[in-house]
Every structure is written in C-alpha cells, then in structure tokens.
C-alpha cells in the first residue's frame, strides 16, 4: 500500500455557537491542512498521482473557504465550524472531487488533518 501526503493551508474566521469562552466570539486561523491518500496500485510512471494536480486540485478546493467566516457558509450554519467539523468537511468534499477522480488508479482519502495552530490539530477519516 501506498500512501501519499499533500498540504496546503487556507486563512478563514470563524465563531463556535454555544461555546462559553473566547472562541464563542469571531475570530480568525491561517488553518493548515493535510491530505494523505492511499493506493495499492503505481500507475505506468510509477506514481500513484502526480503531486502537482492533487495539489492544485486540494488548493482550488480551499479556495471555497479561503478569506470567509465559515459561520456564513450554509454547512455551517448547520453545523459548528469546529476544528474537529471543519476536517470532516474537507475530508468528506475533497474525497469526491479532484484527483482522486480523474486518475485512473484506486485513489482513496484516508485522512485529513486539520492545524488551527502550530500546537492544536485535528485529525478525521473513516
């Protein structure tokens, strides 16, 4: 098996609903994230993708919530814009676009990896 680590990092507001302490009011991460996908299969080349397409692909996918308060966004208006919630949101969009699609390989995400801080991450994946 294979596995293969992208990141990419986006800057993003945010405020927890029903959260007694300072994050209950508005304010901002430059957020970090980190992508790992797996095969079990090389493609001719020898690569399971080509870093430059999942890359680009993960960077345009940010895009959706890079210089936004994740409050207004109708996902989370639903749901808390939790560090642990924002993971499961990229893990769960990114796993159905991009790269993992358009290459001929079985590509899967296996998690992804979500830094509000140098030392506070969260990790999801199923």
Request: glycine letters at 4%; one cysteine or more.
């Amino acid at each position: 098996m294979f596995e293969l680590s992208i990141k990419s990092d986006f800057a993003s507001a945010h405020f927890l609903k029903g959260y007694d302490g300072p994050c209950k009011d508005l304010h901002g991460h430059t957020w970090k994230v980190e992508v790992v996908a797996q095969s079990d299969q090389l493609n001719s080349v020898g690569l399971v993708v080509d870093f430059k397409e999942i890359k680009k692909q993960l960077k345009d996918f940010l895009m959706a919530i890079d210089h936004v308060n994740l409050n207004d966004l109708s996902y989370f208006q639903k749901v808390n814009p939790s560090t642990e919630n924002l993971a499961k949101y990229i893990y769960d969009g990114f796993s159905k676009v991009g790269a993992i699609h358009e290459s001929s390989l079985p590509l899967k995400i296996k998690r992804v990896t979500v830094w509000e801080s140098d030392v506070a991450s969260v990790t999801y994946y199923e």
